[in-house]
């Protein structure tokens, strides 16, 4: 399997944990239990019940956007056969970059958190390049 398809589902795997923390971090303020959580939301507010929720949805958001770029791109670049030391460094760039991102974000951590999604957009970048060179 072409390391970039394992990168791709190594980020499909933490794009789930993050899910499931962002869940989980609900029922860290005490204000939602496991029963509000299993049911419609409808009482939850719209910016998160504490800041660590809030933040681990707006990191959820913000890697959802990173994927739309990046698992087109792994595809393109596998389907089309262009994958190089550079593709897979790119793929390695971003996956390593979103994974040091979510913690980041999550705690609160300013400069660290965006070098990390900085990280992650130069990897997207040397994909795009690679493909359009």
């Known amino acids: 399997m072409p390391t970039e398809i394992n990168y791709l589902l190594s980020a499909v795997a933490l794009y789930l944990a993050m899910i499931v923390f962002q869940a989980i971090a609900a029922t860290f303020s005490g204000k939602v239990t496991l029963g509000d959580l299993l049911g419609p939301r ?3 507010p719209a910016d ?3 800041p660590l929720h809030a ?3 707006r990191a959820q958001a913000n890697f959802t ?5 990046f698992i087109p791109l ?3 670049t596998v389907y089309s056969s262009q994958t190089t030391s550079m593709t897979a460094l ?3 760039l971003f996956f390593y970059g979103r994974l040091a991102f979510a913690p ?3 705690f609160g951590i300013p ?3 965006t070098v990390a999604w900085a990280v992650s957009i130069v990897g997207i970048l040397i994909l795009l390049v690679e493909l359009v060179t």
Do not use: P, Q
């Not at 956007?65 to 770029?69: C, H, K, L, P, S």
């Open 90 to 92: 790119g793929a390695a």
């Open 104 to 106: 980041l974000y999550w």
């Open 55 to 57: 933040r681990a949805r």
């Open 42 to 44: 409808d009482k939850m």
């Open 111 to 113: 400069v660290l958190r």
């Open 74 to 76: 792994v595809m393109i």
């Open 48 to 50: 998160g019940v504490s």
């Open 65 to 69: 956007e990173g994927m739309i770029m």
